[in-house]
């Protein structure tokens, strides 16, 4: 097989990347490990920024987002008993829109095998053959029992953080920045109202705790938790309770039955840089931050819609600069998305078990950020999407 641009993850940054391409009239392929079925199911982000939004319905994959999706003025931010509303859209004009990755990702694979796109599903021991020097790269695989192998004149590693494309990259050629957080976040998607139309984050001396949703009747709740949790130690019963006494009073919480339950660790990673030769890293494959901050899928795509632009430019016009500064252009953006999300995650969750120094400091910067116009202002430009361009 030959194509321009070969591609290893069907995720939102491997697909996106792929649609982009096809609007550009460049060529590609994605090759993908799980099912499609697998894909469209997996439960992860819902938040979307602003620009995103905007992207999937200006590029054509947006007509169910624009049906479906809950679009939000803010966020609340519980503590000492009462929740306080930070409005982005009086602040900054912005929205956020929840709509479930898993959507995004079947709206992008119906939306290029509509358009003649290339996906292989369920291809099996995946890897690069390239001396990250000269050549053409090539993506070998297994795919229905035969080995394959893809020609291109470049690959996109979009194929999350535990892919093959990251370790595949010369020793010390990159370099890894990394922050593990010593709690993680207990998560349960739930037949439930949420207890408000906006999400509440909870500030509270039992530990932190989200309250967000994937739709009005569907709730997709958090608990902070040890990293190490065991499931098994939380019945639905302990989960509600939990959840109750840390939503402290600020709203009702109705309960329901619980379809998913998991722990997630918290880590913020960043490689540098995001290239070696003809091989591009995007979203999770480079980077990966805290829930806290919404923040993943939307760093994903815009490393995906910057790289796209610099492959237009590369066939269009022959111009290379923008390929050569890629990593520098997306990793400028990535901090400052790790950046706020270390930030929500400092600030919101409980780091010891005493009320100390840091629990009152925490409660005063809390109380500072949704109340100053000033700080709710930069809490609202960085939650709703820095500007693109
Ligand atoms: C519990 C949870 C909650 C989250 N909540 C949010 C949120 O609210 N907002 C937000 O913005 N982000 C959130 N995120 C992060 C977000 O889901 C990720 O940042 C996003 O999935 C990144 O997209 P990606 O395409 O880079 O990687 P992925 O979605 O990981 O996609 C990578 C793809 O590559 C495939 N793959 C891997 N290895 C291979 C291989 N060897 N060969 C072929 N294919 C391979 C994988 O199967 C996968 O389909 C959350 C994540 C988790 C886990």
Known sequence: MRTQVGIVGAGPAGLMLSHLLHLAGISSIIVENKSRAYCEARVRAG??????????????????????????????????????????????????????????????IARRLADGGQILFEVEDTSLIYDFIGGDPKIRFRHEGREQLIECDF?????????????????????????????????????????????????????????SMRGPDLSRLYLQCAPDEDIDRWSDQRIWDELEAR????????????????????????????QAGRVFLA?????????????????????????????????????????????????SRVWKGQRFSWWMTQMLHRHSDE????????????????????????????YAGLPME
């Open 47 to 108: 938040l979307m920024e602003h620009w995103v939004a905007h992207m999937l319905i200006e590029t054509g994959v947006g007509e169910r987002l624009q049906r479906e999706a809950m679009v939000h003025d803010g966020i609340y931010i519980a503590f000492n008993g009462e929740a306080r509303h930070i409005d982005f859209h009086k602040l900054i004009g912005k929205q956020v829109y929840i709509y479930d990755q898993k959507e995004v990702v079947t709206d992008l």
């Open 155 to 211: 690959i996109g590693g979009c194929d999350g953080f535990h892919g093959i494309c990251r370790p595949s990259f010369p020793d010390r050629a990159l370099r890894g920045y990394d922050r593990v957080y010593p709690f993680g976040w207990l998560g349960i998607l739930s037949e439930s109202p949420p207890p408000e139309n906006e999400l509440i984050y909870c500030f509270h001396e039992r530990g932190f705790a989200l309250f």
């Open 247 to 274: 939503l402290g009073g600020v709203r009702p919480l109705v309960r329901g039955s619980i379809l998913q339950k998991g722990i997630t660790p918290m880590r913020s990673y960043v490689t540098e840089p995001m």
């Open 283 to 331: 979203g999770d494959a480079a980077h990966i931050v805290p829930p806290t901050g919404a923040k993943g899928m939307n760093l994903a795509m815009a490393d995906v819609r910057v790289l796209a632009r610099a492959f237009e430019a590369h066939y269009r016009s022959g111009r290379d600069d923008l390929l050569a500064n890629y990593s520098a252009t997306c990793l």
């Open 355 to 382: 009320i100390d120094f840091d629990t009152k400091r925490q409660i005063a910067e809390i109380d500072y950020v949704t109340s100053s116009p000033a700080a709710m202002t930069s809490l609202a430009e960085n």
